[in-house]
């Protein structure tokens, strides 16, 4: 069955940096765009980056643009999101989550992973 | 970027209630336009997508609606299972973009 887990999520410190992994499996994960999405407490979903099939295009919300990095390793069956700068704001559960073409939903998600930033 | 309003940002109803959430997106985005339902401490759930197609395995009392800027979730026959926030998102453009979110709770 289709499983994405995600893990790194940690307590950080303001400006520190935190590399958070997906693992992927079920699927064959060198097809599917991949994003992820956090959310922080008591708000809604924010999409944060996206990553298609063979990494040539890659995108950020404006709000990680320049401290994020979003990457993947298909022979592992892996996404990862590089997160440097952090800052309180920053403090969300994040969800790796696929979809098959830039313009399709995503259409599984990961069951998230908890990134606090705080002094 | 786009962005993509959703209202109400919270309602209650009671079971058996037919209950309708709307979005409206600041551009066209033809029917680039995905719901989904969030539960706490769950992962989230795809109901519809490209606006009115029923995802597989969700229930026929979920439906969608809409094209251009503007789009309907509707819940036919409120179940006490359907309790999430729901949520719009456009995938017209890749700076994907979310509606705040519709809490749902029943009366």
């Known amino acids: 069955q289709v499983q994405l887990v995600e893990s790194g999520g940690d307590l950080v410190n303001p400006g520190g940096s935190l590399r958070l992994s997906c693992a992927a499996s079920g699927f064959t994960f060198s097809d599917y765009y991949m994003a992820w999405i956090r959310q922080a407490p008591g708000k809604g979903l924010e999409w944060v980056s996206y990553i298609s099939t063979s990494s040539i295009h890659r995108d950020y919300a404006d709000s990680v643009k320049g401290r994020f990095t979003i990457s993947r390793d298909n022979a592992k069956n892996s996404l990862f999101l590089r997160m440097s700068s952090l800052r309180a704001e920053d403090t969300a559960v994040y969800y790796c989550a696929r979809a098959y073409t830039s313009s399709s939903p995503f259409d599984f998600w990961g069951q998230g992973t908890l990134v606090t930033v705080s002094s | 970027d786009i962005q993509v309003t959703q209202s109400p940002s919270s309602l209650s109803a009671s079971v058996g209630d037919r209950v309708t959430i709307t979005c409206r997106a600041s551009?066209?985005?033809?029917?680039?336009l995905n719901w989904y339902q969030h539960k706490p401490g769950k992962a989230p759930k795809v109901l519809i997508y490209?606006?009115?197609t029923l995802q597989t395995g969700v229930p026929s009392r979920f439906s969608g609606s809409g094209s251009g800027t503007d789009f309907t979730l509707t819940i036919s026959g409120l179940q006490p299972e359907d309790v999430a926030t729901y949520y719009c998102?456009?995938?017209?453009?890749?700076?994907?973009?979310f509606g705040q979110g519709t809490r749902l709770e029943i009366k």
């Open positions: 490209a606006a009115s």
């Open positions: 998102q456009q995938s017209f453009s890749t700076s994907y973009t």
């Open positions: 551009q066209t985005i033809t029917n680039y």
